[in-house]
């Protein structure tokens, strides 16, 4: 009965959180839906996580958009498969998984930094990027949220509003959160004792106001969800254990299920900010 009672007041949290963030965000208008696009992805699956949905539907509305690979995955789980054999599986998973948002494959980019060593190639991925924007006829750019917690996460944001600048381009820029959902209400959060309670609160509540004041716009994805669902079911090696292994890790082992769950939601949310180099 607790577990029960529990998730039934989490619920209660998570629909009042939506309500209050739906308020205070603009929904993306139709123009912004037919603009072209880069989007930059950590690893081969965050852009399905967090934005396959606004994907879809920008491509629904005729947007031309390029994927891009910052790194190429290859060690989430080398403690049972080769990186080569991982490298090359997820850059099969990006493929597959962006035929069923609408993107060829002539429009995906791996750039194939070492997973987990963005950071500590920062200048040349920078000039990697750098190319890529000034050959592209863009007005938005999707990034990571800036409050993300993985290195190659806030490298990759870092990165490429650093190529924006050196590009002197203006242009839309759309943060997309991953990571930053694992907290309070969203999952129940792992606490070893009662010591960690007031930390684990205090952490939510912070989070939390962030979430509401920085995530301004947000974009309906209600009627494709089923889509992004099967997107994401490409990505195999993030989504079921490809060996018979208990250490093969999953999108569904963090935080017991509940994280893979706040990417279907009806919305997906964004800070939005117009870029202008100095």
């Not at 998730?7 to 072209?36: D, G, K, T, W």
């Not at 920008?58 to 049972?80: C, F, N, P, Q, W």
């Amino acid at each position: 009965m607790i577990p029960f009672i529990r998730r039934f007041f989490q619920n209660c949290a998570q629909q009042l959180h939506i309500s209050v963030m739906r308020s205070r965000a603009r929904q993306l208008s139709y123009e912004e839906l037919e603009a072209p696009a880069l989007v930059f992805s950590p690893h081969p699956d965050d852009e399905t996580l967090g934005c396959a949905g606004t994907i879809i539907k920008k491509r629904e509305e005729g947007a031309r958009i390029k994927i891009v690979y910052m790194t190429d995955g290859s060690r989430s789980h080398r403690h049972l498969m080769s990186e080569a054999r991982l490298r090359a599986l997820r850059m099969r998973e990006a493929v597959r998984a962006n035929s069923i948002l609408g993107i060829p494959e002539h429009d995906i980019i791996f750039l194939l930094f070492l997973d987990k060593e963005l950071a500590g190639n920062f200048r040349q991925a920078e000039e990697k990027v750098f190319r890529i924007i000034q050959s592209s006829s863009i007005s938005q750019v999707f990034i990571p949220y800036h409050r993300e917690s993985p290195d190659d996460h806030f490298a990759t944001n870092k990165i490429v509003l650093s190529a924006l600048k050196r590009c002197n381009l203006s242009v839309t820029v759309y943060e997309y959160p991953i990571w930053f959902w694992n907290f309070l209400p969203w999952v129940k959060p792992n606490i070893g004792g009662r010591r960690d309670i007031p930390i684990a609160i205090f952490i939510s509540i912070i989070s939390s106001l962030q979430a509401i004041f920085d995530l301004n716009a947000f974009c309906y994805i209600g009627d494709v969800l089923e889509l992004k669902r099967a997107a994401l079911d490409k990505y195999e090696s993030q989504m079921r254990a490809l060996v018979p292994s208990e250490r093969w890790l999953t999108l569904t082992d963090v935080s017991n299920g509940e994280f893979l769950q706040c990417f279907f939601q009806k919305q997906e949310f964004f800070h939005r900010y117009s870029f202008k180099p100095r």
